[in-house]
Antibody
Framework: QVHLVESGGGVVQAGRSLRLSCAAS????????MHWVRQAPGKGLEWVTV????????YYADSVKGRFTISRDNSQNTVYLQMNSLRVEDTAIYYC??????????????WGQGTLVTVSS | DIVMTQSPDSLAVSLGERATINCKSS????????????LAWYQQKPGQPPKLLIY???TRESGVPDRFSGSGSGTDFTLTISSLQAEDVAVYYC?????????FGQGTKLEIK
């Protein structure tokens, strides 16, 4: 049974950094791409980033490019999201999601419960 | 970037009736090299993460009731709920994963009439 648990969220001042983690279990982590998707309070879903199963291909939303970095540790079954130069508009629930395949051109088929990031001015 | 536009923004349907949600992409999400349409549908209920319903535009995820179906061409897609149940009240999103950045539609809120 797939289990994804995000951690690392909290309240942070604008301009500061935060690192989110997502611990995965119940599947062969190293064979699947991983996504981060966020949802601002009361708003729709916004795709943030994807990292391929082997960690060689990564893509970002324009809104976070150059500030956020996704990485993974296949030995620890964990994916990370390093968020730098945070802005008030980055306030959201951040979900990690398992892809249905190893490449980056793939849908997400399992999601964690999310972790809330609040950026204050 | 590919822009995904859903219609309507909200929809009220009677129990047992058909619900139809549309999603239009600004560019084709059909890969002619493999004939796959890179389009998925998600359901999100309040306080919960999204749940995958449909991928490759028309493949139902395991465990999803067969009243949910997806169809469409390279740019125009439809999610159909054949007979609305009370538990289907939710917000529905389409997602294109043909190219990065992946992009979601703005969501369609489905309610009971």
């Amino acid at each position: 049974q797939v289990h994804l648990v995000e951690s690392g969220g909290g309240v942070v001042q604008a301009g500061r950094s935060l690192r989110l983690s997502c611990a995965a279990s119940g599947f062969a982590f190293s064979t699947y791409a991983m996504h981060w998707v966020r949802q601002a309070p009361g708003k729709g879903l916004e795709w943030v980033t994807v990292l391929s199963s082997d960690g060689t291909n990564e893509y970002y939303a324009d809104s976070v490019k150059g500030r956020f970095t996704i990485s993974r540790d296949n030995s620890q079954n964990t994916v990370y999201l390093q968020m730098n130069s945070l802005r008030v508009e980055d306030t959201a629930i951040y979900y990690c999601a398992k892809a249905g395949c190893g490449g980056t051109r793939c849908y997400s088929n399992r999601w964690g419960q999310g972790t809330l990031v609040t950026v204050s001015s | 970037d590919i822009v995904m536009t859903q219609s309507p923004d909200s929809l009220a349907v009677s129990l047992g009736e058909r619900a139809t949600i549309n999603c239009k992409s600004s560019q084709s999400v059909l890969d002619s090299s493999n004939n796959y349409k890179y389009l998925a549908w998600y359901q999100q209920k309040p306080g919960q993460p999204p749940k995958l319903l449909i991928y490759w535009a028309s493949t139902r995820e395991s465990g999803v009731p067969d009243r949910f179906s997806g169809s469409g061409s390279g740019t125009d897609f439809t999610l159909t709920i054949s007979s609305l149940q009370a538990e289907d009240v939710a917000v529905y999103y389409c997602l294109q994963y043909y190219s990065s950045p992946h992009t979601f539609g703005q969501g369609t809120k489905l309610e009971i009439k």
